[in-house]
């Protein structure tokens, strides 16, 4: 018997129905769904990729209570942080997020680590979320080593301190201010007995910011506490709670380190440069100031024993210097290198600094030369 041509349209326009409708709520399920599930951490030392390429870790080492961290798409929060530790002792963790290596968990295609002198720059950029009813600080923390370890504990720690809540307070002491990135720093240094530690604090609290970290790695290095042949191991930011801190969050970071800095076993320029740069940073008070001068060696061959000569204003006169040996304290003055900076690598920098005193109102040094080459000055 020949079946009729239109025996089973009904079945098959109910089979069409069903499986429009089923599309309709795979495409709404999928407008809605997140682009990748939030991931909670409770494990001490647990942690998980983001972005394929920044690594959040909960990181929590000073006491059993428990903490959990949940990553987003963009940085993290801290969802439970029970426990508190004195807080003139160590923090009870430090839960943050990550390029580079540490404790030989390395971030997915990082650049790190890498010889100082070969970075042109590190920028980096991070939004936080603060709370209140916790001791805490929101801090980068940022390593240097000797040797391009991926392991254990690095020589020299910098910690850049963006918020302060509580009586917490950096290792060590206060040994002055900084003007770094544009802003002004009061610096400590000390040791925890592992590492030495640089920390620089903001004197409010900076929510979000986009800086590069070379400028803090430059810092460090002028004042004797690494080497441009050292080598930059991690970026992280996150904070170290010393009491509660639930609801802290990293809501955005970014991290990225270009390599392209010259080798320092290039060939030395035995004259003055091609060219130089100058950037001269200051924090002045009520008769007196701070000075941190950058070099830049704006030519095609390294540079060796450097000498950058200027003219202090009438009044001025230079009480204490770090990363440089002067001659003159006053008027004409030659600030030449030490042991860790006596090198400028082509199109690589040096930093100094110094401390001062003045009459009358602040000026600036007009010009600056560098081994007799008139420097631009930004």
Known sequence: ???????????????GALLTALAT?????????PAQADTTICEPY???????????????????????????????????ADGSVPTNGAPKSYPSVFN????????????????VSGISSAPSSISYGFVSGAAYNASYDIWLDPTPRTD?????????WFNRVGSVQPIGSPVGTATVGGRTWEVWTG?????????????????????????????????????????LTSVQAGFEPWQNGAGLSVNSFSSTVNTGGTSPEGPAEPGGPAGCQVRYATNVWQDGFTADVTVKNAGTSALDGWKLGFTLPSGQRITNAWGTTLSGTSGAVT?????????????????????????GSFARPAGFTLNGTACSVG
């Open 335 to 359: 600030a030449g290198p030490v042991a860790h900076n006596a090198r400028i690598t082509a199109g690589g920098t040096q930093t100094f600094g110094f401390q001062g005193s003045y009459g």
């Open 100 to 115: 580079g290596c540490h404790y030989t968990n390395c971030s997915p295609g990082t650049a790190l680590p890498a010889r």
């Open 1 to 15: 018997m020949r079946s009729s041509p239109h025996r089973f349209r009904p079945a098959r326009a109910l089979v």
């Open 25 to 33: 709520v795979a495409a709404l399920l999928a407008a809605t769904a």
């Open 191 to 231: 040791s925890n007995g592992a590492n030495d530690v640089i920390s620089f604090l903001a004197p409010s609290a900076i929510a979000s910011w986009s800086f590069d970290v070379m400028d803090f790695v430059d810092q460090t290095v002028a004042r004797g506490m690494a080497g441009n042949d050292w080598y």
């Open 46 to 80: 647990g942690s998980t990729v983001i972005q394929g390429r920044y690594v959040v870790q909960n990181n929590r080492w000073g006491t059993s209570a428990t903490q959990c961290v949940t990553a987003t798409d963009s940085g993290f929060r801290v969802t439970q």
């Open 152 to 160: 254990g504990v690095n020589r020299t720690e910098i910690m850049i």
